[in-house]
Protein backbone atom coordinates (compact mmCIF):
# COMPACT_ATOMS: atom_id res chain seq x y z
CA UNK A 1 0.00 0.00 0.00
CA UNK A 2 2.90 2.70 0.61
CA UNK A 3 4.28 1.35 -2.57
CA UNK A 4 1.20 3.58 -3.72
CA UNK A 5 0.99 6.27 -2.16
CA UNK A 6 4.59 6.77 -2.73
CA UNK A 7 3.90 6.39 -6.82
CA UNK A 8 1.14 8.90 -6.33
CA UNK A 9 3.21 11.11 -4.49
CA UNK A 10 6.10 11.27 -6.81
CA UNK A 11 3.63 12.08 -9.62
CA UNK A 12 2.10 15.05 -7.57
CA UNK A 13 5.30 16.30 -6.76
CA UNK A 14 6.92 16.61 -10.38
CA UNK A 15 3.30 17.72 -11.34
CA UNK A 16 3.72 20.70 -8.61
CA UNK A 17 7.35 21.52 -9.93
CA UNK A 18 6.25 21.63 -13.17
CA UNK A 19 3.37 23.64 -12.46
CA UNK A 20 5.76 26.06 -10.64
CA UNK A 21 8.34 26.52 -13.62
CA UNK A 22 5.49 27.02 -15.77
CA UNK A 23 4.60 29.70 -13.59
CA UNK A 24 7.90 31.26 -12.90
CA UNK A 25 8.32 31.26 -16.66
CA UNK A 26 5.07 33.13 -17.19
CA UNK A 27 5.81 35.73 -14.54
CA UNK A 28 8.88 35.87 -15.94
CA UNK A 29 7.71 36.93 -19.48
CA UNK A 30 4.83 39.50 -18.03
CA UNK A 31 7.64 40.86 -15.87
CA UNK A 32 9.55 40.93 -19.18
CA UNK A 33 6.44 42.48 -21.44
CA UNK A 34 5.81 44.69 -18.04
CA UNK A 35 9.25 46.48 -17.91
CA UNK A 36 8.68 47.09 -22.08
CA UNK A 37 5.50 48.95 -21.47
CA UNK A 38 6.49 51.02 -18.71
CA UNK A 39 9.80 51.77 -20.64
CA UNK A 40 7.28 52.94 -23.62
CA UNK A 41 4.98 55.03 -21.12
CA UNK A 42 7.87 56.82 -19.67
CA UNK A 43 9.26 57.27 -22.97
CA UNK A 44 6.37 59.51 -23.47
CA UNK A 45 6.15 61.44 -20.98
CA UNK A 46 8.68 64.28 -21.93
CA UNK A 47 6.13 64.56 -25.08
CA UNK A 48 2.97 65.44 -23.62
CA UNK A 49 3.60 66.66 -19.72
CA UNK A 50 3.78 70.54 -21.04
CA UNK A 51 0.61 69.80 -22.78
CA UNK A 52 -0.83 68.00 -20.30
CA UNK A 53 -0.17 70.24 -17.08
CA UNK A 54 -1.18 73.45 -19.42
CA UNK A 55 -4.17 71.53 -19.87
CA UNK A 56 -4.76 71.39 -16.34
CA UNK A 57 -3.77 75.25 -15.39
CA UNK A 58 -6.08 76.37 -18.21
CA UNK A 59 -9.29 74.49 -16.68
CA UNK A 60 -8.20 75.63 -13.25
CA UNK A 61 -8.02 79.37 -15.04
CA UNK A 62 -11.77 78.46 -15.67
CA UNK A 63 -12.61 77.14 -12.88
CA UNK A 64 -11.35 80.19 -10.20
CA UNK A 65 -13.06 83.12 -9.26
CA UNK A 66 -11.41 86.54 -10.59
CA UNK A 67 -8.76 88.18 -8.31
CA UNK A 68 -10.22 91.27 -6.37
CA UNK A 69 -9.92 94.79 -8.24
CA UNK A 70 -6.65 96.13 -7.28
CA UNK A 71 -6.43 100.08 -6.07
CA UNK A 72 -5.63 101.52 -9.59
CA UNK A 73 -4.87 104.94 -10.71
CA UNK A 74 -6.32 106.24 -12.82
CA UNK A 75 -5.26 107.99 -16.14
CA UNK A 76 -3.80 106.54 -19.51
CA UNK A 77 -0.90 103.82 -19.79
CA UNK A 78 2.99 105.44 -21.09
CA UNK A 79 6.05 104.37 -21.41
CA UNK A 80 6.65 105.70 -17.50
CA UNK A 81 3.89 103.54 -16.22
CA UNK A 82 4.17 100.91 -13.54
CA UNK A 83 2.23 98.12 -13.64
CA UNK A 84 1.23 95.35 -11.34
CA UNK A 85 -0.53 91.70 -11.81
CA UNK A 86 -4.02 91.32 -9.96
CA UNK A 87 -2.61 88.07 -8.25
CA UNK A 88 0.05 85.74 -8.58
CA UNK A 89 -1.78 83.15 -10.44
CA UNK A 90 -4.57 85.27 -12.53
CA UNK A 91 -2.93 84.13 -15.71
CA UNK A 92 -1.40 81.11 -17.76
CA UNK A 93 0.72 81.43 -20.75
CA UNK A 94 0.29 78.30 -23.43
CA UNK A 95 1.76 78.17 -26.62
CA UNK A 96 -1.28 76.27 -29.08
CA UNK A 97 -1.20 76.02 -32.76
CA UNK A 98 1.96 78.01 -33.65
CA UNK A 99 0.47 81.23 -31.16
CA UNK A 100 0.30 82.01 -27.91
CA UNK A 101 -2.56 82.58 -25.62
CA UNK A 102 -2.87 83.52 -22.54
CA UNK A 103 -6.05 82.20 -20.40
CA UNK A 104 -6.78 84.06 -17.35
CA UNK A 105 -9.58 84.06 -15.01
CA UNK A 106 -9.27 88.24 -14.24
CA UNK A 107 -12.96 88.31 -15.89
CA UNK A 108 -14.60 84.67 -14.86
CA UNK A 109 -18.16 84.96 -13.44
CA UNK A 110 -18.13 84.64 -9.59
CA UNK A 111 -20.67 81.62 -10.69
CA UNK A 112 -18.64 78.08 -11.34
CA UNK A 113 -17.68 78.20 -14.83
CA UNK A 114 -20.64 80.78 -15.80
CA UNK A 115 -18.60 82.55 -18.77
CA UNK A 116 -15.93 80.47 -21.26
CA UNK A 117 -12.91 80.20 -20.59
CA UNK A 118 -11.00 83.84 -21.29
CA UNK A 119 -8.05 83.63 -23.23
CA UNK A 120 -6.06 86.66 -25.20
CA UNK A 121 -4.16 85.58 -28.24
CA UNK A 122 -0.46 87.02 -28.73
CA UNK A 123 2.03 86.36 -31.77
CA UNK A 124 5.03 83.90 -30.94
CA UNK A 125 7.15 86.82 -30.96
CA UNK A 126 5.66 88.67 -28.26
CA UNK A 127 5.33 85.61 -26.01
CA UNK A 128 8.59 86.27 -24.25
CA UNK A 129 7.31 89.73 -23.44
CA UNK A 130 3.84 88.30 -21.60
CA UNK A 131 6.04 85.98 -19.74
CA UNK A 132 8.12 88.29 -18.90
CA UNK A 133 5.24 90.25 -17.56
CA UNK A 134 4.10 87.43 -15.87
CA UNK A 135 7.18 86.99 -14.20
CA UNK A 136 7.12 89.84 -12.32
CA UNK A 137 4.89 89.06 -9.46
CA UNK A 138 4.71 90.51 -7.07
CA UNK A 139 6.73 93.40 -7.75
CA UNK A 140 6.09 95.54 -10.78
CA UNK A 141 6.74 95.94 -13.92
CA UNK A 142 7.31 99.91 -15.71
CA UNK A 143 6.19 99.67 -19.63
CA UNK A 144 9.50 100.67 -20.94
CA UNK A 145 11.14 97.49 -19.42
CA UNK A 146 8.96 95.08 -21.36
CA UNK A 147 11.11 93.46 -23.85
CA UNK A 148 9.98 94.55 -27.31
CA UNK A 149 11.60 96.14 -29.45
CA UNK A 150 9.25 98.87 -30.61
CA UNK A 151 7.66 101.49 -28.03
CA UNK A 152 4.01 100.32 -29.57
CA UNK A 153 4.61 96.80 -28.99
CA UNK A 154 5.39 97.64 -25.37
CA UNK A 155 2.30 99.53 -25.11
CA UNK A 156 0.39 97.26 -27.27
CA UNK A 157 0.92 94.41 -24.31
CA UNK A 158 0.44 96.45 -21.13
CA UNK A 159 -3.00 98.00 -22.65
CA UNK A 160 -3.70 94.83 -23.56
CA UNK A 161 -3.33 92.99 -20.49
CA UNK A 162 -4.79 96.07 -18.23
CA UNK A 163 -8.11 95.97 -20.48
CA UNK A 164 -8.45 92.43 -19.24
CA UNK A 165 -7.53 93.35 -15.75
CA UNK A 166 -4.71 91.23 -15.90
CA UNK A 167 -2.46 94.41 -14.83
CA UNK A 168 -3.54 97.25 -12.50
CA UNK A 169 -1.72 100.83 -12.75
CA UNK A 170 0.53 101.59 -9.65
CA UNK A 171 2.71 104.73 -8.39
CA UNK A 172 5.83 103.51 -10.01
CA UNK A 173 8.43 102.52 -7.75
CA UNK A 174 10.53 101.39 -10.39
CA UNK A 175 14.48 101.76 -9.75
CA UNK A 176 15.95 103.05 -12.82
CA UNK A 177 18.68 100.35 -14.24
Known amino acids: MGVQYSDAEVKAQTNFTQVATDMSQKRRRFQETAK ?5 VLALIPEV ?9 VALQHAR ?3 PLGPSLPGPIDLNSCLKLTSAQVARLVVEDEQAVLYHCAKNARAYHGLPIQGLVFDLD ?5 DFVLGSYPGTVKVSEIPMETTDDKLDIANNLFEQGILYLVECKCHPH
Open 36 to 40: ELSAH
Open 49 to 57: LDSACDQVA
Open 65 to 67: LPP
Open 126 to 130: QAEAV
